[in-house]
């Protein structure tokens, strides 16, 4: 048999690194198994990357790690088909150490990190894909890989296999998903001058903009498309619930090129070249779509236990938070001796009381309630800009007559009533 | 027991480089670094020799540190041991210098463990000259066996290989004597998907570094770009062929048009003798 280690960790993403990071720091024997040429090389992210989580991890991590731009200003557009309301906050706090996010490029950051945990001894073995967990007396022992020779066994298996975690659903840990517990996100890496960057999104060197994309940008459907700009690149794309594309029988890249041709858009990518196409699933089932997390000589982190917050787009850092607890989970167990469900729960608990679990909980009905009432982006977003344009259009009627007209428009009395208690219930959703 | 030492070279990957249009070079940066394509039919007929004959297989390349990168890849196929040498004076080299740079590491590894057999990949696939093998043997002083398509037989004891050569029409046979250098065709073998121990062994392996000064014996003037007398006087695209027809409609209409050309020219398919 071949060597024994304390711990398998499945899938060199962010969870998973996460997770063989701190295990191989704290002297654990961790093998990190990617199915990728190299991590990250089919890791696909909008490319946020958030700063607190990432330094919980590696403290400082940005004065070496590949990052494109620190954001200093996060736009938020509600579009309708020619025009948009737009709000955005910029502060200059956010540009300067310790900044708060970070725009990112996977396909780099994913293979520094990794490299950050062979640094701290983890043995981390590419192109080889996980096939099936062993179980032993209904206990994980290991996992079987593609390769000649291919089983190797562990105290401890951790799942970060991503979104459809083929392993945790093989154990019976969940079911296949729905199309409406997945959002089907296509982006596009374009290429384009740092300089010309730096003017259209007026920033300064080391200064990045993140615009979310509300409303005709997903033509109505339940998503967000986003725009985010890169150290010489931009990143765009849109996502939206796998269900929302098939009703309205649209394929996911013809969305991509109608938000690239938007008039709202398309000025400020001019002149890109397309440099890479990506697409992936991201799981936004939320609270109510998480499976078991925890088994006898088993954990799920990250994509791979539904770990994503759709609204606040969040989800690399839940789970680098999950892999950082599943790792202290992992240590503690090694300590005592012990990888028995009864043991391994202590990640589950420690996940659920921790800003992981409590935003897990607070959008649990976010997503379905917006996919259930589809007239929040496909009514309500195209007559905010119409209010605003009947609001700011100088045509010598007087503001208390615009007022009146804007307010008529908004419908009969009852469906004034309806479209307070839609505002009512989206603010308790998210509450 | 056979030693064997296979000589690789990390290459970027040709098949996504980017071109530089001003001066028609490659962009290096544009395209990940591999493991040169023919030197891993070359370390896995090594391989396969060791199973055959028992005995060590050592690669060896010079490059920058990244190349541990394409040795492991090696180790990944079953190789030993691997050698890197790298020096920022061996910067710069052509193929004389190169072979001479991969020369004096041979010696060092020959003095530990003498080398009976050498095998080299065809050629690299940013260079494509195929010249660095030969030109080892050439410096070894042994016999150089290009375009070797399978190996027949090995007898360390009579001091002789027996290969299959590959020629544009044909096959020979050759005998040469032990030491000897080959360089080996895609065609020799099929590089299988690594069985994962050796994955395992890869991951944590590190290889032997030397820089110039751990050679011997030395000429500084015959290593990197002072060594190197190929001059590249200008790089050009070819010319795009010219003439042609570009067939038109649609996919059913198409696929008739080029069917009646293909039938009107068939004595461009057939072989010699056949009507």
């Excluded at chain 1, 992936?280 to 770990?307: F, T």
């Excluded at chain 2, 090696?74 to 080299?93: H, K, Q, W």
């Excluded at chain 2, 065709?185 to 392996?205: C, D, G, Q, R, S």
């Amino acid at each position: 048999m071949s060597e024994k280690f304390d711990a398998i960790v499945v899938g060199a993403g962010p969870a998973g690194t996460s997770c063989a990071h701190d295990l191989a720091k704290g002297g654990a024997h961790v093998l990190l198994l990617e199915r990728g040429e190299y991590p990250g090389s089919k890791n696909v992210m909008g490319g946020v990357l958030y700063r607190k989580m990432m330094e919980d991890i590696i403290p400082e991590f940005y004065k070496e790690a590949p990052l494109e731009r620190p954001i200093v200003e996060q736009r938020f557009m509600m579009m309708d088909k020619e025009s948009a309301v737009t709000f955005s906050y910029k502060g200059m706090e956010w540009g300067k150490e310790p900044y708060n996010n970070f725009t990112v490029l996977r396909a780099k950051f994913d293979q520094w990190f990794a490299d950050k945990a062979v640094q701290q001894g983890a043995i981390l073995i590419n192109e080889t894909v996980v096939l099936e967990c062993i179980v032993e007396n209904g206990k994980v022992v290991g996992v079987r890989t593609d390769r000649p020779n291919g089983d190797v066994y562990a105290d401890v298996v951790v799942l970060a296999d991503g979104v459809n975690s083929l392993l945790a659903q093989s154990l019976g840990f969940h079911k296949e998903y729905r199309p409406d517990e997945v959002a089907l996100a296509t982006m596009e890496i374009l290429k384009l001058d740092k300089k010309v960057i730096e003017d259209r999104f007026n920033l300064e060197d080391n200064q990045g903009c993140t615009i979310e994309l509300f409303g005709d940008a997903t033509k109505g459907i339940l998503g967000t498309g986003f725009l985010y700009t890169n150290k010489d690149t931009l990143s765009i794309g849109v996502g939206t619930l796998l269900s929302g594309l098939i009703k309205h029988k649209i394929k996911p890249y013809e969305l991509l090129e109608y938000v690239k041709a938007h008039p709202m858009i398309r000025t400020l990518i001019q002149g890109s070249e397309p440099q890479e196409y990506l697409a992936h699933l991201i799981p936004e089932g939320g609270y109510h779509s998480m499976g078991r997390i925890v088994g006898d000589g088993v954990i799920v982190i990250g994509d791979a236990s539904q770990l994503v917050n759709a609204i606040h787009r969040e989800g690399s850092n839940l789970a680098m938070t999950s892999g950082r607890l599943a790792a202290e989970t992992i240590l503690l167990a090694k300590e005592a001796g012990d990888f028995s469900e009864k043991a391994l729960d202590h990640y589950r608990v420690r996940l659920l009381e921790g800003f992981v679990g409590q935003d897990m909980k607070k959008y649990k009905d976010s997503t379905h309630h917006f996919d259930r009432n589809p007239h929040y982006f496909d009514q309500y977003i195209p007559m905010l800009n119409k209010a605003a344009s009947q609001m700011f259009t100088v045509d010598g009627q007087s503001k208390w007559e615009k007022q009146k007209k804007i307010w008529k428009d908004l419908g009969t009395p009852k469906e004034k009533m309806k479209m307070a208690r839609d505002m009512y219930r989206a603010w308790k959703v998210v509450k | 027991m056979l030693h064997i030492v296979a000589c690789i070279k990390q290459v970027p990957d040709t098949k996504i480089i980017k071109m530089n249009p001003k001066t028609n070079t490659m962009d290096r940066r544009t395209a990940p670094a591999i493991l040169n394509p023919y030197d891993a039919h070359a370390v896995e007929e090594a391989v396969r020799l060791r199973e055959r004959y028992g005995g060590t297989v050592s690669v060896l390349t010079m490059g920058p540190p990244p190349a541990v990168k394409a040795i492991k890849k090696c180790i990944e196929i079953g190789a030993d041991e691997g050698y890197l040498i790298t020096d920022r004076r061996f910067a710069g080299a052509d193929t004389l210098a190169t072979s001479y740079a991969l020369t004096k590491a041979l010696n060092k590894i020959s003095k530990e463990n003498p080398v009976d057999l050498i095998i080299c990949g065809k050629m690299s696939i940013d260079g494509d000259t195929g010249q660095v093998g030969p030109g080892i043997a050439r410096r070894l002083d042994i016999p150089p066996l290009t375009s070797v398509n399978k190996v027949i037989e090995i007898n360390k004891q009579e001091g002789k290989a027996i290969v299959q050569r590959k020629l544009e029409d044909g096959y020979e046979v050759v005998q040469s004597t032990l030491p000897c250098l080959f360089s080996v065709e895609k065609t020799i073998n099929e590089v299988p998907y690594a069985p994962f121990p050796n994955m395992l062994k890869a991951a944590k392996y590190n290889p032997y570094i030397w820089s110039v000064d751990d050679l011997e014996d030395v000429d500084i003037k015959q290593l990197g770009l002072k060594g190197s007398p190929t001059i590249v006087s200008k790089v050009w695209a070819p010319p795009k062929p010219e003439g042609g027809t570009m067939l038109e409609g649609n996919r059913q209409e198409q696929v008739e048009q080029l069917l009646s050309v293909l039938l009107e020219k068939k004595e461009l398919f057939m072989t010699k003798g056949e009507s």
